[in-house]
């Protein structure tokens, strides 16, 4: 059974920074992409950034320049996130996305919080 568990959370005041990881279990299949999504109250979640197993990155443009997404080993993730905002407030998700199918799996999230 895929388990993927974030830690790192938190509140922050804006321009601060917080460092999201997350640890991948149970995964017994060839993976496509590693990265985080986020969704805030009232809207749909949206991709952040995102890994694949060769090193490309993805960014939402409006984390560009300020978050860095990187794989510490096959099955972990971490997220950088600088020179935080109040926007960037939303609940955290790891996702890992399964190669050729493309099955999504999803961590339970972690609130990160910024304070204007």
């Known amino acids: 059974q895929v388990q993927l568990v974030e830690s790192g959370g938190g509140l922050v005041q804006a321009g601060g920074s917080l460092r999201l990881s997350c640890a991948a279990s149970g995964i017994f299949f060839s993976i496509s992409t590693m990265g985080w999504y986020r969704q805030a109250p009232g809207k749909q979640r949206e991709l952040v950034a995102a890994?694949?197993?060769?090193?490309?990155t993805d960014y939402a443009d409006s984390v560009k320049g300020r978050f860095t997404v990187s794989r510490a080993n096959a099955k972990m993730v971490t997220l950088q996130m600088n020179s935080l905002k109040p926007e960037d407030t939303a609940v955290y998700y790891c996702?890992?996305?399964?190669?050729?199918?493309?099955?999504?799996?999803w961590g339970q999230g972690t609130q990160v919080t910024v304070s204007s």
């Open positions: 996702n890992v996305r399964r190669l050729r199918t493309e099955n999504d799996y």
């Open positions: 890994i694949t197993t060769g090193g490309f």
